[in-house]
């Protein structure tokens, strides 16, 4: 899930046109950065635990709703992308945090310091959109006086 996240991230933040987008970039540039981090967290703990880390052709993929917008000045598009997959990823965490409570508290504590990152860029994203959907309703609102 991180790495198909990252992926998407990494191409929206290289696709996306106009100097609107600069912060949105911005934004995915840095989450780029911590994604790459929670999923070597998460490999590093599978491997203490004796487990197997999966590799590419081990993972499904289907984040339809983060790929790059035809077009490339869709924010919005991209935006809603976001705010889906860390959704996606507080639940499957949050799913997680429950199965290790109370067998191993360690993964847990992890998964409670990735959740949280996760839920802050979830955030960060909602400001954009509060901000951006109101900028085009002004903007609609303007246009059809």
């Known amino acids: 899930m ?6 998407n991230y990494l191409a929206n933040s290289i696709d ?8 949105i970039k911005k934004a995915l540039v840095r989450d780029i950065e911590e994604e790459l981090g ?8 599978i491997k203490v ?3 197997r880390v999966p590799g590419s052709l081990d993972l499904s993929r289907g984040q339809r709703y983060l790929q790059p917008p035809k ?3 869709d924010l919005i ?3 809603r992308g976001v705010i889906h997959s860390e959704e996606e990823a507080i639940d499957q965490y949050k799913k997680l945090i ?4 109370p067998v191993d508290l360690v993964t847990q504590d992890l998964i409670l310091e990735i959740t949280g990152e996760e839920q802050a860029h979830r955030r960060q994203f909602i400001g954009f959109l509060y901000e951006y959907e109101r900028g085009e309703a002004r903007r609609l609102t303007a246009a059809a006086a």
Do not use: N, P, Q
Not at 16 to 23: C, H, P, S, T
């Open 2 to 7: 991180e790495l198909e996240t990252l992926e």
């Open 16 to 23: 996306l046109d106009g100097v609107r987008a600069e912060e």
């Open 38 to 45: 929670h999923a070597r967290k998460v490999g590093k703990r």
């Open 49 to 51: 635990l004796e487990g």
């Open 71 to 73: 077009d490339s000045t």
């Open 77 to 79: 598009a991209v935006i």
């Open 98 to 101: 429950k199965t290790c409570d």
